[in-house]
């Protein structure tokens, strides 16, 4: 169906009249004669002025007004309906982005508060902890070991004297530390009167032998060579610890004890000035 611009302009070029006749007569711009023609009517004014202008338009060519205003009402409620938009839908993409922010925001701050957590707890620690170096234990001092020494060409093996550190409280260690000679029975170190209140411990190594000795709850570690003597004095009960049983020699208070067990056996005793004879080789055990 043809619209109101094209019935306009058919009837004016039917009548061999310009825009500028028309508007000469109607008193209309030829710009609004134009946009009329080409159905342009947004760019007339608003309000009742494109009806007065269809209306004198199509009364200065002759033609039924009333049916052009009727077709001018029907033109724009379908040009109208095509430019306007499809109402949409409901718009979720603003939610999910509210929601995505808010989840952000919640991550964030519950990283946050980890984080400040996190230093709150070790400042707290490091206020009420000890120092540094308070509160390292102090490291048990290696027992004082010498080789023994080329033996002399006499009837009896050389000594030697061994300073060890004693622990604390205990009493000063005998002097004395005896290295056996090749091809002889190794005989007890040579310890002064032993003190019944006290426990002289002598170790002589005959292979490699990893050592601990636990006075007063102070662990104190060593490796014994092939020919080492350790000796020390103790007036609390220990725990002695050998990691090669059949690679020394234990006396007590100057006399041996029994074997302690084979090589490569770990063994662990509990001594004390008051049981150490209960660990005592019988007479004539080996």
């Known amino acids: 169906m043809a619209t109101v611009g094209e019935i306009l ?4 070029q039917e009548q061999n009249l310009t825009l500028h006749d028309v508007s000469e007569v109607t008193k209309i711009s030829t710009n609004f004669l134009d946009a009329i023609e080409n159905n342009a009517f947004k760019k007339l004014p608003r309000g009742v002025f494109p009806k007065m202008f269809i209306r004198a338009y199509a009364r200065h060519l002759g033609l039924d007004d009333d049916r052009l ?25 603003p939610i999910r982005q509210r929601r995505g922010h808010w989840t952000r925001l919640l991550v964030a701050v519950v990283v946050m508060g980890a984080l400040l957590g996190t230093i709150y707890l070790v400042y707290q620690s490091s206020e009420s902890g000890p120092p540094l170096d308070d509160a390292t234990p102090p490291e048990p001092q290696r027992p004082v070991v010498e080789p023994a020494p080329a033996p002399a060409a006499t009837d009896h093996p050389a000594t030697s004297a061994a ?35 006290s426990l002289v411990l002598a170790l002589r190594a005959s292979a490699v032998c990893w050592v601990r000795v636990v006075s007063e709850g102070v662990p104190q570690d060593f490796i014994l060579q092939p020919g080492e003597t350790f000796q020390y004095s103790y007036v609390k009960p220990i725990v002695l610890q050998v990691g090669n049983a059949g690679g020394v020699t234990l006396f007590l208070n100057g006399q041996a004890a029994r074997p302690l067990g084979t090589t490569g056996q770990v063994m662990e005793l509990n001594l004390s000035p008051s049981n150490w004879r209960d660990h005592l080789a019988a007479p004539g055990e080996p």
């Open 163 to 197: 300073d060890v550190p004693a622990p604390n409280g205990a009493p000063s260690p005998a002097d004395s530390s005896v290295q056996p000679t090749s091809g002889e029975t190794p005989r007890p170190p040579a310890t002064t009167e032993p003190d019944p209140q």
């Open 9 to 12: 302009k058919q009837k004016r």
């Open 69 to 93: 205003i009727q077709l001018y009402y029907e033109q724009s409620a379908e040009i109208e309906t095509q430019e306007t938009p499809a109402p949409e839908g409901p718009r979720m993409a």
